[in-house]
């Protein structure tokens, strides 16, 4: 018992609890059944004892399964790096240029983002990945962007069985006629394999070709998008802050020449800021290497100026004109508003007829902001945000006076 207690803590069952999730579950299961049906199909197919190329072919589906395992399970567990509660920086006076978190109770650290899904500020935030059920940041990234290679690469091997599984079995099978294809699926080899490739055989192969190739295809491009940014030393919250700091110069035509602090000028140098030989990142999370002409807080003036900005923008208002009833995918609001629900786990808010609601951000089809509350609700700390359909509401005069208020109140 006491070596069993010297490995599970309460801490780590909490994290076990991870793995009750969607994410994970259809993660796992798509592992779970690539990886055993081309075992399966590589005993038909391929027999590993008969030849050097069929244990070979053996050994490395065995190793995808494990390096893809390992890699996924660590970024789940090992997690992103959290920010201490309460932290704040040594030299008080850089605390001006910092968000402050009232969840966390502390200062925002440079590079990091409060998670409403974790409920803390995570290090070097990238997104919150639901596959994971976990954020991706500063001590997992590696794992991460590692498992979005194996993945792809595994399932490529997988495919490959699985095609000419299905080819060999089914060769002397088929008998072709001037207009039709039979597929007579009783026929017998002369070499019996282990294991028959029957009807569900064939079904069940076909079935995890279609989850191999849509996998590859899936995380392959999650793949170069991650690759994307780590070359730059970014993030892909970063690429969208830099990406509003451009706008924010030239809608404002200040004149700045807005440097991304972290990229050091290599992508060698960059990719090295990640990917480590004792697969620990560089830094502990709090500090970075910078750009020559930048420092420490160049990143976080610039959110504090965008944040700023965000303030006067928002400050036109929406009423809503139509109900909404928070659906994810709402049918009774158009095709175009069904098939382009945004694809994030970031809430839907309910909406009635005369509700008003401070947007900050859209697409085409939907809207993102604050439902304005009323004055019991902001005093009890309570906030209401999340998408809702763009043909609810339409645009409104407001009290400006009001806005000011319920923007100072929000929570982070």
Known sequence: MNFLSTFVTFENLHEVRRLCHWGPVIALSVIAICSTMSILDSIIWYWPLDTTGGSINFIM???????????????????????????????????????????????????????????????????HCPWINNCCGHTNHAYFTSFLLLAPLGCSHAAIIFIMTMYTQLYERISFGWSTVKIDMSAVRQFQPLMPFSVPAFAATLFALGLALGTTIAVGM?????????????????????????????????????????????????????FTWSGTPKGDGLEWPVHPKCHQYTLTIEQLKQKADKRVRSQVQYRAVEDYNGACCPLNKGLQTFFRTPCTEEPRIPLSKGDTILATRGTKWWMYGDKVLSEEQMRAGERIRGWFPRRCVEKCHYDTAASDSTSDKKVN
């Open 222 to 274: 999650l793949f170069f998008i991650q690759m994307k940014v780590i070359l730059r030393n970014k993030t892909s919250i970063e690429s969208w802050i830099e990406e509003k700091a451009k706008d924010r110069i030239q809608h404002y035509q200040t004149g700045e020449d807005f440097i991304f602090p972290y990229d050091l000028g290599s992508r060698w140098l960059n990719f090295k800021q990640v």
């Open 61 to 127: 589906l065995i190793n995808w399964t494990v390096l893809i395992l390992y890699n996924y399970f660590n970024a789940m567990f090992v997690g992103p790096g959290y920010i201490p509660l309460g932290w704040k920086p040594e030299n008080q006076q850089d605390s001006q240029y910092l968000q402050y978190c009232r969840v966390c109770q502390g200062y925002k650290a440079p590079r990091s983002h409060h998670c409403r899904k974790c409920n803390r500020c995570v290090m070097k935030m990238d997104h």
